[in-house]
């Protein structure tokens, strides 16, 4: 881990534990007002996915490049699971919809954006495998079509029945999680020098062969800190669950208070928080001009959550008593497709520079304002 980085975690987990997550509990069970416990719990959220992100990158680079791929694969957007998972308990399906959407255009947009810019500042120009690109772009493409479905159906139907459109919508989230399992043994296992990038520095910043007659040594410190990092990995995500539900159950009336749609608050507010660990790697790897690496993570976050994240609230919802079915405003799947289209417009040469950076933040910028005004 490089000084900067370490000096961000212990920074991140340090304020964390002594000053935002009792503040928040201070707020909440002293009544100091709901914008006073959004606030503090908001922020808690925002230190503890650094923590988060951190240990699951640091797990990936111990365990290997294929179980670590896994690894990324799964808890890579922990904390947006985590939270969505408590508003959707709490009833808030309007919300966990949107955040479904903003979070696909925060990755697209937003993440890869930021990187592209940084990066496109410092070098004039930066390279990328095109493999990334053109995966991403068809699976996106085919992602946002299926969860769109259910809002095309009915805006192109008469009168459909409310059981059809639930349907629809098992059925989409259940060939999106296959399709992703799918996705996940063409890029780890039958197709994975298609995507061999750089790994990720050890401890250090190099990597080290290891001696014969160390072996055992190595082998024991490589467990003790695999042990470490699974410690920290739950334990971040239990306290990123007590902060979520603390969160969402003032959610509602602190951003009515702040003038926020339910739509701006999934769609914008709620992504801008738990990803904001995504926003500082992204920086990072550009600015070491890792355009591979940024990228790749831009297209492992997106194809996460249109794959995996959204079906897996979609089943949880129905054991919950909570359905989500998929049926989106029409403004947002129109937002999905902007998105897809100018991600794929800008990203599929294999190249880019600061002015493709500001066209994706571009965009973003525009949809958001949009999202703000729009009355839903």
Known sequence: MNIAKSGLFAGAIATAILVFIPLSCVAKYQHWGDLSVFATSALAIILLSIVLSTATEKIAMVTGPSIGGLVNAVFGNATELILALMALRAGLVDIV??????????????????????????????????????????????????????????????????????????VTASVLIVLYG?????????????YDVAIA??????????????EIVVLADRNIRL???????????????????????????????LGFTPLFTGVILLPLLSDVAGYVTIVRLAL?????????????????????????????????????????????????????????????GGRSNWLDGTLLLATYFLLGVAFYYHPA
Request: charged share 10%; no cysteine; net charge negative.
């Open 97 to 170: 919809k949107s955040s479904i959407t903003g979070s696909i255009l925060g990755a697209l947009l937003l993440l890869l954006g930021l990187g592209m810019l940084t990066g496109g500042l410092r070098y004039k120009e930066q390279s990328f495998k095109p493999i990334f690109a053109r995966v991403n772009g068809s699976l996106m493409t085919l992602g946002v079509t299926a969860i769109a479905l259910p809002t095309l159906v009915i805006y192109t139907s008469n009168l459909v029945d409310h059981q059809d459109i639930h349907r629809i919508g098992m």
């Open 182 to 194: 799918l996705t996940l043994l063409f890029s780890l296992k039958t197709h994975s020098y298609l």
């Open 201 to 214: 520095e050890s401890d250090s910043g190099s990597v080290v062969e290891p001696a014969a007659n160390n």
């Open 227 to 257: 042990g470490g990092w699974i410690a920290v990995l739950l334990i971040a995500s239990v306290a990123v669950g007590l902060e979520s539900n603390l969160f969402v159950e003032v959610v509602e009336t602190s951003t009515g208070q």
């Open 288 to 348: 070491k001009d890792r355009m591979d690496l940024a990228v790749s993570t831009v297209t492992g976050d997106s194809l996460l959550i249109t794959l995996f994240i959204a079906p897996v609230l979609v089943f949880v919802g129905q054991l919950w008593g909570q359905p989500l079915d998929l049926n989106f405003n029409p403004f947002e799947v129109v937002a999905l497709a902007i998105a897809v289209t100018v991600n794929n417009l800008v990203s599929s």
